[in-house]
Every structure is written in structure tokens, then in C-alpha cells.
């Protein structure tokens, strides 16, 4: 069955053959068998994000003179792919990963060092559910 994902509405949804819906405003349901990228679900967030009044930063790569792709850095490679910033004051460090996907050891030497005096989360998929209802109650505690 092919799945398209429609990110351009603020809702964020997933659309199947079937016509089956993943709605993001009011809360996710999951349906077995959507896969989402990497890529779609930094969208999604990024989107939640943004509804609920965050600012979200997020490095994009570019193409060098070589036409080479590259996101250019200074530091320690492995920084965590997002930094959400309320007006609340909260401010957290994503690492995005696919169902599948695993942390690097440079993620990893990074995500224990913010730990240490910031909110870090790994986040993926099927913590959608999870992850808008903590962006919408930003002063939430967990």
C-alpha cells in the first residue's frame, strides 16, 4: 500500500490509499505499517513546534564550490538535530532518529553532556503521540 505524507498543513497529516488518517493537531492515533522517514518526521515536529509557539533551530546543509552537499560545523560533530526554544523559557535539544535508527557514539558523547544541566530527548515515530503533548503544555514536567 503506498503512504504519502502531506506536511504542508499545520496538522501534519498521513494519508494511506485507504484514505486512513494520522491526525497531529488533536493528538496521534499510530496506524501499523505507516513508515516515516527521518526527514518527514523532523518536519512534523518542526510543525508541532511552530503551532505551539516555539522556535526551532535547525542547521540545513548547503552545496559547497565543488557542489559538494555539507552541513558545515566548527565544534563537535553529533549535535542533536533540534534546539526548541517557549517564550516560557524551556528550551530542549532533539535527536530525531526513524524507528529504526540509531544513536552514534558522537550523539551519544553529546546527549550525555547536555544532559548533564539540560532537557535532551531522543525522539522518534512512534513517540508522536507523546511528543504534541508535550509541545503543547510546554511547562509541562516529566
Request: aromatic letters at 8%.
Amino acid at each position: 500500500m503506498a503512504k504519502a505524507l502531506n506536511l504542508n498543513t499545520s496538522a501534519c497529516t498521513v494519508i494511506t490509499q485507504n484514505n486512513c488518517t494520522l491526525k497531529g493537531q488533536a493528538g496521534w492515533t499510530h496506524h501499523a505499517g505507516i513508515v516515516v522517514t527521518e526527514a518527514d518526521f523532523q518536519k512534523i515536529v518542526i510543525n508541532l513546534a511552530k503551532m505551539h509557539g516555539w522556535l526551532v533551530h535547525h542547521p540545513l546543509p548547503s552545496m559547497n564550490k565543488r557542489g559538494v552537499w555539507a552541513t558545515h560545523e566548527l565544534g563537535d560533530h553529533g549535535f542533536p538535530d533540534l534546539v526548541l526554544a517557549h517564550p516560557s523559557g524551556r528550551v530542549i535539544f532533539a535527536e530525531l532518529k526513524s524507528d529504526k535508527g540509531k544513536i552514534s557514539p558522537l550523539q551519544s558523547r553529546w546527549i550525555t553532556t547536555l544532559q548533564q544541566g539540560a532537557t535532551v530527548w531522543v525522539w522518534r515515530p512512534a513517540d508522536l503521540d507523546w511528543i504534541a503533548k508535550y509541545l503543547r503544555q510546554p511547562l509541562l514536567t516529566i
